[in-house]
């Protein structure tokens, strides 16, 4: 069986769905509360390449962050998103899948499935 990691935060209406599905189906990921323990930056970049998505792409644009740190500004490099993804992870879009060398943003929660071996 394909290990399974949730990257989570509890107080997320999408994120508490995505575990739900996953438990329902008798699956019990590894969860990181990645508020508390924020991924490296080489994490944050092997997410995003199994993500298939770009820093901006993973971005929360709604944040409080997001505005105060103009992160809007396209003339940020791809590291520069990152390193502030790892300074403020409440900038990072939940939840995340990841199952082997896959992984899939939650949003909606069913997306989760997708990536189930």
């Given at each position: 069986m394909?290990?399974?990691t949730l990257y989570h935060n509890p107080r997320c209406?999408?994120?508490?769905?995505?575990?739900?599905?996953?438990?329902a189906r008798g699956l019990a990921p590894t969860i990181v509360r990645y508020l508390?323990?924020?991924p490296s930056a080489a994490e944050l970049r092997d997410l995003l390449a199994k993500l298939g998505l770009s820093a901006r792409q993973l971005l929360r644009s709604g944040e409080d962050e997001y505005k105060e740190l103009n992160l809007a500004d396209s003339g940020l490099s791809e590291e520069q998103l990152i390193a502030a993804m790892?300074?403020?992870?409440?900038?990072i879009e939940?939840?995340?899948?990841?199952?082997?060398d896959k992984a899939v943003v939650g949003r909606p929660?069913?997306?989760?499935?997708?990536i189930l071996p």
């Open positions: 394909t290990e399974l209406s999408k994120s508490r769905g995505a575990l739900e599905l996953l438990e508390e323990t924020p790892v300074a403020h992870p409440k900038l939940r939840p995340i899948l990841i199952a082997g929660p069913e997306r989760v499935l997708e």
